[in-house]
């Protein structure tokens, strides 16, 4: 095993990431097995090809759940080893589109559908968001990296449960229509 060549992460972070964890699990949008954590070495790995220090929030996301966290953060590119590829390929990008976005003290650890891509900034563990060819519009996103996982986690109960009001409506007009009731698909 190499020498971890980043800063662990505060007990607070850490925290926060085994909270997120279990209330992922508990509310059952994930089950216990839908998570897969960073070795010590992958997460090396990611300190060596960013240029700036993690924050310490995110080295706790990745011990935790930084390979797999089942349904969180669905359509983003944010896991082990998207961090890897995602810095350069944002450089070659911006390099084809000619977009005048500096590189410079920033990492680029992910993405949603190869459009939109998520970085630090060195100096502060917030989350901001650059939107290809939108380059005059960058967007902070949070606080922190764990701070948007907390988010993601809220949207996507007030989905399920925006989806299991919708579904109850539609039992109800099958059973106004003398049609049975389905059962709900869980996952």
């Not at 909270?19 to 992922?24: D, H, T, Y």
């Not at 350069?88 to 939109?116: C, P, T």
Request: glycine share 6%.
């Amino acid at each position: 095993m190499s020498p971890t060549r980043y800063p662990a992460p505060d007990p607070a972070s850490s925290e926060s990431a085994q909270r997120l964890r279990n209330a992922l699990i508990t509310s059952g949008l994930a089950s216990e097995s839908g998570f897969i954590g960073c070795t010590d070495d992958e997460v090396s790995s990611v300190q060596a090809v960013s240029p700036i220090p993690l924050p310490s929030d995110y080295v706790a996301f990745l011990q935790v759940m930084g390979r797999r966290a089942d349904r969180l953060f669905q359509g983003r590119g944010v896991f082990f080893p998207e961090p890897l590829d995602t810095f350069v390929d944002v450089r070659a990008l911006i390099e084809e589109d000619g977009e005048a976005i500096s590189m410079d003290n920033r990492f680029f650890f992910g993405h949603h559908q190869g459009y939109k891509f998520f970085f630090f900034e060195k100096g502060t563990p917030a989350v901001y968001c650059y939107t290809e060819h939108h380059a005059d519009d960058i967007q902070k996103l949070n606080d922190s990296f764990l701070g948007w996982a907390w988010a993601h986690y809220e949207q996507a109960l007030a989905s399920r449960t925006e989806g299991r009001r919708l579904f109850e409506l539609r039992q109800q007009k099958r059973e106004a229509m003398g049609l049975p009731r389905e059962e709900y698909p869980e996952r």
